[in-house]
């Protein structure tokens, strides 16, 4: 089946690196994807990766794919309180052909000043 | 607005009541889905629509749950009876359609639905 698994909670300190961690296990997954919710708002798509692919960058944002170990990470450089917020990894499963988006249960990430 | 849109944004209704949510999609996107984010289940697929079709109703949670789209645009989900562990809250999203990358979804603010 399909399952996404997250840690739940990240605590750092501002300027610090934040590396948030997933994992899946469809191993057949064609775009994973993480997305971040603040309080009282909706998701917003940060960045993805295709399944082909290591590693993508994206200024502070930097995504490396473990395809043999389907395991998939955030790292946010330099985070800033405005970092705060639920970080969702999802998939869209190889087996689907909807599109459709399974989510990890989210990692929420706190960043002191 | 040009960002997919969704009403009541919070709602809450008696047990056994039906409820009807709303989603206003971005413009020309073909593909829409609906999602539930509760505390017990996190996020989780409800159902997807292609144009005014449902190939994927595979995650509705009972037959007490149904959705339709009508112009290849407005989707409403409808809750009949609800029930308490119905409350949750209800997020739309949309997309230009499988034939473009489908990577990226665009979601609204959701529909907190209470059920007392």
């Known amino acids: 089946g399909e399952d996404v698994e997250q840690s739940l909670f990240l605590s750092v300190r501002e300027g610090d690196s934040s590396v948030i961690n997933c994992t899946y296990t469809?191993?057949?997954?064609?775009?994973l994807y993480w997305y971040k919710q603040e309080p009282g708002a909706g998701l917003q798509l940060l960045t993805y990766i295709f399944s082909n692919m290591d590693m993508k960058q994206d200024q502070r944002l930097t995504v490396l794919l473990n395809k043999k170990d389907k395991h998939l990470s955030l790292r946010i450089a330099d985070t800033q309180t405005g970092d705060s917020a639920i970080y969702f990894c999802a998939e869209t499963p190889g087996s689907s052909n909807t599109g459709k988006l399974i989510f990890g249960q989210g990692t929420t990430l706190q960043v002191k000043p | 607005g040009a960002g997919v849109s969704q009403s009541p944004s919070n709602k809450v209704t008696e047990k056994g009541k039906d409820v009807e949510l709303r989603c206003d999609p971005i413009s020309g996107h073909t593909a829409l889905y609906w999602y539930r984010q509760s505390l017990g289940q996190g996020l989780e697929f409800l159902i997807y629509?292609?144009?005014?079709?449902?190939?994927?109703k595979s995650g509705l949670p009972s037959d007490r749950f149904s959705a339709e789209r009508t112009g290849g645009s407005v989707s409403t989900l409808t809750i009949q009876r609800t029930q308490q562990e119905d409350s949750a809250v209800y997020l739309c999203?949309?997309?230009?359609?499988?034939?473009?990358?489908?990577?990226?979804?665009?979601f609204g603010p959701g529909t907190r639905l209470t059920v007392t």
């Open positions: 629509f292609q144009g005014n079709s449902a190939p994927d």
């Open positions: 469809d191993s057949s997954s064609t775009y």
């Open positions: 999203a949309s997309t230009r359609g499988l034939a473009f990358s489908s990577y990226e979804q665009y």
